[in-house]
């Protein structure tokens, strides 16, 4: 049994595993759900209220419905998930993007729920058979996005706090500040581990580790 190595002021993301859902081949339909927390930071509410209308193809940007404030706001497009939402689309120009299949032909004014995204990504994420899919969820796909933006591809920390729509930057480095990749976890300690005086062997397959880390 694999114990959680986090707790309420530290989350680990295990990068690997949220790359391979990404990869995973699935619908149209499931991609766009999993993408948008993963490659544009939003919230299940906000994957569920998305509504054509606001989406700008020829221009690349977007507009979110913020869960927590309540107003729009205008956001870049992923180009993979423009290609996604083309698909779902087909054509349509108003109402949810991502509908409720089995009630989208009584009312397409009713949003999927919360629920039913939650469930979406544990239909895609089971037959993955990852070791932590337990930890793996809509939320931690808004917090891969944080933490690859500005750990691993080391962008903005302002540019970040637009796109997470906090209200100050200070916001978001304390949202950041508890996000932990499991590699980098693994990469410190190793140099720890092999820091402390070793045989010159030990030295050389430290070094050969971290590289592949």
């Not at 990404?22 to 999993?34: G, Y």
């Not at 606001?54 to 869960?67: E, L, Q, S």
């Amino acid at each position: 049994m694999n114990e959680r190595l986090e707790s309420k002021h530290c989350y680990v993301i295990y990068r690997d595993q949220m790359l391979k859902l990404l990869a995973a081949r699935k619908s149209p339909h499931d991609q766009l759900c999993i993408a948008l927390p993963c490659l544009m930071g939003f919230r299940s509410e906000e994957v569920t209220t998305w509504k054509a209308e606001h989406i700008d193809f020829d221009n690349g940007d977007t507009f979110v419905m913020d869960a927590k404030k309540h107003r729009l706001f205008k956001v870049p497009l992923n180009i993979q998930v423009a290609a996604c939402a083309e698909k779902v689309l087909e054509g349509r120009t108003e109402g949810y993007v991502v509908e409720n299949e089995s009630t989208a032909w009584r009312n397409r004014a009713e949003p999927l729920s919360v629920t039913a995204i939650w469930y979406l990504w544990k239909r895609n994420i089971e037959p993955l058979n990852l070791a932590n899919a337990s930890e793996i969820s809509p939320i931690v796909g808004r917090r891969f996005f944080a933490a690859e933006w500005f750990y691993n591809q080391h962008l903005s920390l302002v540019t970040l706090s637009m796109l997470m729509r906090h209200a100050d930057v200070k916001v978001t480095l304390e949202y950041v500040r508890k996000l932990i990749f499991y590699h980098d976890l693994k990469k410190d300690y190793l140099k720890f581990q092999f820091g402390i005086e070793q045989p010159v062997s030990s030295l050389s397959r430290a070094e050969q580790l971290v590289e592949i880390i």
